[in-house]
């Protein structure tokens, strides 16, 4: 039987560092190698959690483990985080046919954990605008995730 | 949209938040004129915005702690290959061990021929391939992997590096890599297989039509609904001949129906669905576990459309397919009998529906053990049914277990036992003990707020109970705060017509009437009439 280990937390940071320290083969790495290197690891995590939360939701439909805190008189179905982040998934990929680099940008920051600075840098634009890209792209891929549940 | 009116969208946001919420219309009516489709676009993004309670402003850390962490759906055994039924790998009782080892025994034979057919290399291929197969369908991926592997490679060189037959192979494993969940890989074996295939064989040959319908699949277990359904009917269009289905045609056709079911079009779901259905019954036979695989999908579709007593019929006739080429004892008929139940609750029917959850309960306590979290499942089911139908010492008892095998499992800060614990508060309200529930609510919202988030409805749902506790101890400010911060949460994200919210507007009315602050009383009950005059005007499922 599986085991979560409850009082671990997985910051993506750190999990990134981690990587970045076992793949380099010296320390002194450029900034900008460092930052694609990140870039990729969200690009991977993002991957990962996907496939993670796809498998998990195969198998016969209504047989999983649809647990809810229920009001005390009526059902109610909150998503499990897999399928929220499998939606996630869908509305990046329709987010990347309209602007490729705000994907990139959602992706970085959220998969893989890069502040403003960083992504300003890897993006090769001013950190205002990587607000403000940030801010539309939260706000409509909130929308798309509404509507999809 | 394309690229173009998004980049107006976002220009005309950004500068309508540069204006007081006030005026963001005002601004916007100007700039969009003529284009109102533009102006609600905007709009609802400034809506999000002012919200700001998405997955997206959470922290990913903890989405990737539950999705690593959570079990997986028990793994979907093989149902059969050839004339053979299987059991399942971890069933006990003597006859289910036995009757799995002979399978093993007569693939490890099915290996040892195939490795003596050296002189008959073509044939020798072909049986690594279905050897494979088998394994795969087995859930033994890994020898799957090493004779699919060893027929790709044998007929590498038997044909060389492009040939017809290597792409059946690409394809096999490309189908492999499906079932690993290495869904990129997957999909690029995929495409060069059937790209190769279509470089050898005219286009509407069975093998180009398998590997299209292949590709298709892995289309749809990526998420691709689109391009897999444009595929998928690329792959019926060649299957579809002047004669009878064949199973090729029928497995295209299923997995067409699942894509259109998770895209959400339901109709062209059921109608597929239903023409399936007779075509595996002729193909398989009435009684065959692939016809159960529709009806269940049928069920599937009526529920989450709200059709109940249309779920139930399925789900029963699935049942009794299930059970009987599976047996009673199997974890395939567990999981059907508990589709079955959740129908039979919403329908009232709890009687027959906690028979059935019990006996869910019973086979997978015996696969699983007692402390599992499906078993959990189960149990959750069995809390709520009691719970509603006032058996709240049942319900105790369940939610009770529950509790106690997520604090096994995954330990107490973790959100599923808060819900467990949560579920078992229910049960102290029902039973009007408030100071337990308190306690119990008191508990689970500091979990939820940090294992999920403070804006999560578990959160929200748990601080509208916990206020329901307060106000019925007269504690009338406590229950305010915790009413209106659990509702606030609760109201940006569900249906406000949900009956958990209506009651959650009805203790808000009590509490601001003790509290003598007549307005939002009124306001409170006001957005209750309002709904429930909706309601009464809209037609019911």
Redesign the interface.
Known sequence: MRRGDPSATLNPTALVNEAWMKMAKSPEIAPTSRLHFKRIAARAMRQILIEAARRRNAGKRGGGQNVTVRFDDSYQKAPSCGEELLRLDRALDELARMNPRQTTLVESRFFGGLDIPETATLLDVSEATVLRDWRAAKAWLAHELREAS | ???AR??KI?SL??QA?DFPEAEQRIFLESRCAGDPALLSEIM???E??A?G?????GD?????????????????PFKEFGPYRIQRALGEGGMGVVYLAERADLLDRGVQEAQSLNAEPEVQTDLYETLGTIYQKLGKLDQANTLLNFSLEERKSLYGSDAAQVAKSMVALGLLRDDQ????EAERIVREGLAMSKRHLPPNHPAVAKATSALGKVLE?????DEAIKTLDEAVRLQSTKGAATPELAVSLFELANTHFYAGHYDVSESINERLLPMYRRIYGERHPRVADVL??LG?IK?DLGYYPEAEKYDRQALEIVQAWYGKDNPETA??L??LA?ALIREDHYDEAVDLLQQSLAIKERVY?K????V??TL?ELG?AA?LQHKNEVAEQNFLR?VEIYRQ??????Y?F???L??LG?VY??REEWPQAEKIYRQVIPIFSESQSAN???TG??R??LG?TLLRQNRFADAEAESRAGYEILIK??DPK???LT?ARKDLAEEYDALKQPEPAAKFRAETAALDSKDSNSTKK
């Open positions: 949209m394309d690229s998004w980049q976002q946001f950004h938040t609802i993004l400034l999000e915005d919200r309670a998405s997955l997206l402003d990913i850390a903890q989405a990737a702690h539950h999705i690593l962490n959570e079990p997986a759906v028990a793994p979907p969940a290495q869904l990129p277990d990526r998420g691709s609904y269940i999908n599937a529920f999981s059907d508990t589709l959740r053990g402390v599992h979290p499906t959990a499942s959750n709520s719970l529950m499992v995954y330990g107490e800060h973790h599923l808060a819900v467990a949560s579920n229910s309200s029902s999560h409805i578990n749902v748990a509208i109970k329901r994200q569900m949900v009956s958990g009651n």
